[in-house]
């Protein structure tokens, strides 16, 4: 039977620090092995052991922090171990055949070489037109792999290997919220202004990180994205939205 | 100067990209806590030297812990680590730097500070939390508890015994095998454990950098980016160090080589520019039993200052 087939067995267990432990699934960036992260994400944010705090999804890993001290309380063998065998049992459990497809959020950009610091630049070094780069970026669905570096900042991908591109040398000291990035075969949004080092194509007027708000972040990992060309205009109407 | 309102951390909030934060000295700001009858998880005020001058417009009781800048009240020393009544339009002064980088004040009631994701502690980079979501600066007012007290607490407990569990022996740092330890070759591991490693200027509450012997991979790794915690050492292509702390990056894509075990972080906190660190491997039982000792420790003041007020 599918479920059987694809039971989690390709993972390792190690301690992260003496409170948390990682499961690990490859060095790779793949939605098949993401796929299996955010479900044992999931599948621990339903069934958590006493003591569990939090986990944090990534790529290809899933970070367990826990109470060392409660768990201890309770269990005679080491927490580490407590949260080992616990999660072992829990990835015989789970299998991804079943996850339904995320809806797709739509992100507008204006990629607009005054908000688009490298556009130019990464069109001529990648001998595109500025026109096939904003298609190109925006042709695609991305998925949110993680969120990491900073509040908010999700890590998607990949884009379409015409448009990959290295980080710069020299990082910016201060890119402005909201500012559309790539690095490598990854796509990005700087939810808060930062220093960074991505080549920055746009941006959007969108609020991507809302700190009066319980839910502060418009993104979380295994979202669907695809980003729409707009205007200067259009940016300046929908402009803190 | 660089003086904020901190408290445990807020805990949950790591998937979302948000970092605990929280006071780099868990157990001297829960002591400081405990010194004046709070809960520990009540806001207390990190500062680091040169510290601020604060005019008590009320009557309260403070508790001092941490780094020691030889705290004075007018003309009067006050000694670190013991709950001190403060009367009404009396000045609290830090006179010069004695020991330690982060000193913590306590205030019977706590203080008014703005709350953020179930946390008090002021996150910089969002503006968010503690007061107004930056550090404290000239002018400011913070409202605390106006507190009725005057004692002298002569017959205080001492618990110089149990902090200095907790400090000594100074310069030793336990750390357990990160997940890119075996990256390592002999050599490197040895020159981990051998080898000093100091403090730069480039450290803040985000992390130390270390300047030491170069730690050089056989081969260079591109790791894709996955969590870090308070603690983690991170191995940079160039061989040198940087040591995460409170208000660290929730992921990173550098070598996690080792972590400092939980019950050595006060330690770190306390730390200073140049000190020159042993890091010393050992085993994940051996931290979580030094975790588990800490806990008692933290229990056992926590108990004395509890029956030394309810004995009133």
Known sequence: MPAANSTITDFEITALSDRSVLVSFGNIIAEAINRKVLYLHKKLLQSAFNGFLESVPAYASLAIFYDVVQIKKHTQSPAFIFVKSYLQQLLLQINTDSEPAAEI??????????????????????QLKISEVISLHSSVIYRVYMIGFMPGFAYMGTVNEKLIAPRKHQPRLNIPAGSVGIA???????????????????RTPLQLFNVNSSTPCLLSAGDQVQFASIDKNEFEQLHGY | MFTTIQDLGRSGYRAMGISPGGAMDHFAASVANYLVGNDKKQPVIEMHFPAPE????????????????????????IAPWKPHCIKRNEKLRFKKYLKGARSYLAIDGGMASGEWLNSFSTNTKVKAGGHMGRPLAKEDIIFVNPAIVSKAFTNFPDFSKEIDTVYQPENIIRCIAGPEWNLLNDAAKQTFTNMLFSITPQSDRMGF??????????????????????GTIQLLPNGQLILLMADHQTTGGYPRIANVISADLPKLAQATVHSQLQFELTGIENAEDALFSLYQTMASIKNGCKNYYDAD
Not at chain 1, 108 to 115: E, L, M, Q, S, T
Not at chain 2, 56 to 70: M, P, Q, Y
Not at chain 2, 212 to 228: C, E, F, K, R
């Open chain 1, 184 to 202: 490598g075969s990854q796509t990005g949004i700087y939810p808060v202004a930062s220093p960074g080092g991505w080549q920055i194509i746009g």
């Open chain 2, 209 to 230: 950098r270390l300047n030491g012997m170069d730690i050089l991979l056989d081969h260079p790794v591109q790791l894709i980016s996955s969590a870090v915690d308070s």
């Open chain 2, 54 to 77: 604060i005019l008590f417009e009320e009557d309260a009781l403070i508790s001092i812990t941490g780094a020691d800048f030889n705290a004075f009240v007018d003309d009067q020393p």
């Open chain 1, 105 to 126: 959020i739509k992100i507008p950009v204006c990629y607009d070489a005054v908000f688009g610091m490298d556009i130019e630049h990464l069109a001529e070094s990648h």
